[in-house]
């Protein structure tokens, strides 16, 4: 097992997998990516939709960006980028709107701002244009996945102390009294930036 | 025709209460990233402004075209591509008729392609079914609202900068969203000033 480990370092595949999520985690590292999603994320349901969201168009638009990376002349390359991003980011608003029509109400235009999150265009600037599809597709799997992490448990905080539920779940009792203040955006911004210390000081990684 | 009336309610609600910023949390990527000094923050809000309304305000007939020929799921990508081209006209306009702008903006104007707002306000005309004088007066209160949140936060980071002892964690990036959040928290009061909610 340990030498399985051990191994496993020397795999360009799990370095990949493992910098996406934790060392470059995307909003606790390099604080990408939360603009679209912040004001979302109040409910668990949502905040899964859209890092499904994320995470799929990412995959998607880094895979097929890796695939043609040798015909996009550098000059014309963000505008390719934008829009096999905005084709990716339609088809998943069509797929949203069809299987789950009123979560697809809630996030309403939000949907529609994935393109412009700041980790799809990043991993595709930064990763798909230098590597083969198979890494480019780990690479935005990964950090597809650690946002989705980070926005899940903001969530989870967010709707437990916001409605006393999780997931439509009332959890704490009848007597209750909701915090309002964490469904809109002041306690989104304090909740984040108790995240991003907290992971900061786990992970030692400060900024000076 | 849509009265005076409306749009200055719709001005205000987009510039205060609703703050796009601080409200709907858009724009996060450069409001943190540039924010460090008062300078570069009002050169960003001035091209943001510039930028947003032009660019409603060309979505807008596209929009109503796009919804004439029957073809509005492609309303994202039409939008993306509308936005990128206008930012590339604007740079080499700039660049020939109004140099010493257009070395103030510097790198801003070509970063503002990806800022959620642009993108944000041209998606939520299409929400809220407004007409054209309507839009354009939503963009520019939205944009404005943004300009004013992004100098206001890094007004108070260029003090705090200087005066205090933060916990290492805490510095940079972090400490800018617990400012954030006291700012969202103090324009929660503007709430009662408009009778119109822009972002229903």
């Known amino acids: 097992m340990k030498k399985f480990l051990i191994r496993l370092n020397y795999q360009k595949w799990y370095n990949v997998l493992r910098d996406g999520i934790a060392r470059n985690n995307p909003i606790v590292v390099t604080v990408l990516g939360i603009c679209s999603s912040l004001a979302v994320a109040n409910m668990v349901e949502n905040a899964i939709a859209m890092g499904i969201g994320v995470t799929l168009v990412t995959m998607l638009s880094s895979a097929f960006i890796a695939l043609i990376r040798n015909l996009i002349p550098s000059q014309v390359r963000m505008v390719t980028y934008m829009v096999v991003i905005s084709t990716f980011t339609i088809v998943f608003e069509m797929f949203l709107k069809a299987l789950t029509p009123d979560i697809a109400e809630r996030l309403g235009a939000y949907v529609g701002l994935i393109i412009t999150n700041c980790i799809v265009m990043g991993r595709a600037e930064a990763f798909a244009v230098k590597n083969p599809v198979r890494y480019s597709t780990i690479d935005a799997f990964a950090s597809g996945m650690g946002y989705t992490f980070v926005l899940i448990m903001m969530s989870l905080i967010r709707e437990l102390l916001s409605n006393g539920s999780i997931l439509n779940f009332q959890f704490l009792g009848e007597n209750w009294i909701n915090w309002t203040i964490f469904a809109i955006a002041p306690g989104g911004f304090f909740i984040i930036s108790l995240f991003i210390w907290g992971l900061r000081v786990w992970l030692k990684y400060y900024e000076e | ?200």
Do not use: H
């Not at chain 2, 032009?54 to 020929?69: C, G, Q, R």
């Not at chain 2, 839009?135 to 705090?160: D, N, P, Q, Y």
């Not at chain 2, 002892?165 to 800018?176: N, S, V």
């Open chain 2, 1 to 200: 025709m849509v009265s005076i009336t409306v749009l200055f309610e719709i001005f205000i609600a987009s510039l205060l209460p609703f703050n796009i910023a601080l409200a709907s949390i858009l724009g996060m990527c450069p409001l943190i990233a540039i924010s460090t000094n008062v300078t570069n923050a009002k050169g960003m809000g001035l091209a943001v402004v510039l930028v947003t309304t032009l660019t409603a305000a060309i979505n807008w007939p596209i929009y109503e075209f796009l919804k004439w020929s029957g073809t509005d799921t492609l309303d994202l990508l039409v939008f993306m591509i509308t936005i990128a081209a206008s930012v590339q006209f604007l740079e080499l306009a700039m660049q020939k008729f109004l140099p010493s702008l257009y070395t103030a903006f510097g790198i801003y104007l070509p970063l503002i392609t990806v800022n959620c707002i642009v993108l944000a306000v041209s998606l939520f005309f299409v929400n809220y079914d407004y007409g054209f004088l309507e839009t354009v007066v939503f963009a520019l209160g939205s944009s404005l609202g943004w300009a004013f949140a992004i100098v206001l936060l890094s007004g108070i980071r260029e003090k705090l900068s200087v005066i205090a002892d933060l916990p290492r964690g805490l510095k940079g990036k972090a400490i800018a969203f617990v400012l954030l959040g006291i700012l969202a928290l103090a324009f929660i009061g503007f709430s009662g000033i408009a009778r119109v909610d822009p972002i229903q």
